[in-house]
């Protein structure tokens, strides 16, 4: 069993920047790849970037390209997403999720509670 708990979510405005970090329980963390998701109210949870193992290969959305970037630490289980230029429309629940490392969220069995990220415009 892999527990996942995510931190750094907050309020910040239009233009700056957070890092969100995701710590896993258990050693089987180096072995799989991780993602992060968000979801915003009323819509459903999307994909936004994920790591392989080795942290060699990278994904993003589109919508998020140029602006977040996912980093792993195998050392201390943990997973980071540095997001930068921040948005209002970033504005969701952000989860880390671990399995494949596919964009599709049925690809990952074990996810985080969540952090909220809010951008004030």
């Known amino acids: 069993q892999v527990q996942l708990v995510e931190s750094g979510g907050g309020l910040v405005q239009a233009g700056d920047s957070l890092r969100l970090s995701c710590t896993a329980s258990?050693?089987?963390?180096?072995?799989?790849?991780m993602g992060w998701f968000r979801q915003a109210p009323g819509k459903e949870r999307e994909f936004v970037a994920s790591?392989?193992?080795?942290?060699?290969?990278?994904g993003y959305a589109k919508s998020v390209k140029g602006r977040f970037t996912i980093s792993r630490d195998n050392a201390k289980y943990t997973v980071y997403l540095q997001m930068n230029s921040l948005k209002p429309e970033d504005t969701a629940v952000y989860y880390c999720a671990l399995g494949s490392g596919s964009p599709s969220l049925y690809d990952y069995d074990y996810w985080g509670q969540g952090t909220q990220v809010t951008v004030s415009s």
């Open positions: 258990g050693r089987t963390f180096s072995r799989y790849a």
């Open positions: 790591i392989n193992w080795s942290g060699g290969s990278l």
